[in-house]
């Protein structure tokens, strides 16, 4: 099994996902565990971690209400800190605007079901 993935006229990337139940999965698993349609807008990171981006958004979704975007944030910041180290920042919402910096690799912004998603690992500064 794998994810399909296809780039649409407006050259933005869609992944389409079914889900299964609250367990992370391995990339296999993925396609089957996840459901509907996510859209990312813009990233630089590898595609691995933009599937478990994505994962880690859907499943959020699944445990708490979509109201509750903070809940949903610090459900994904938690993971990616857990996953790939401390610093990670996640903003949830249908409407917001930032301006931030971001360590290459880091970043991504999507959307799922009616939210959108911005997640990156903050650059350090020297």
């Known amino acids: 099994m794998s994810f399909r ?22 990339e296999r698993e993925i396609e089957k565990m996840l459901e ?16 478990q981006a994505m994962a880690s958004a859907s499943q ?3 445990l708490f209400d979509v109201i509750d975007c903070k809940s949903i ?11 790939y ?5 996640c903003v949830v919402g249908s409407n917001f605007g930032c301006f931030f910096t971001h360590s290459k690799g880091t970043f991504i912004y999507f959307q799922l079901e009616t ?3 911005l997640i990156f690992k903050g650059a350090s500064t020297p």
Do not use: C
């Open 60 to 62: 959020a979704l699944d």
């Open 5 to 26: 993935v296809y780039k649409d006229p407006n050259a933005t990337l869609s992944v389409f996902f079914r889900r299964k139940s609250e367990k992370v999965f391995s």
């Open 36 to 51: 509907g349609k996510a859209m990312v807008e813009d990233s630089d990171m590898p595609m691995k971690m933009q599937i």
């Open 85 to 89: 180290g401390s610093g990670w920042q």
């Open 115 to 117: 939210l959108k998603f």
């Open 73 to 83: 944030a610090g459900h994904i910041k938690k993971e990616f800190d857990e996953r």
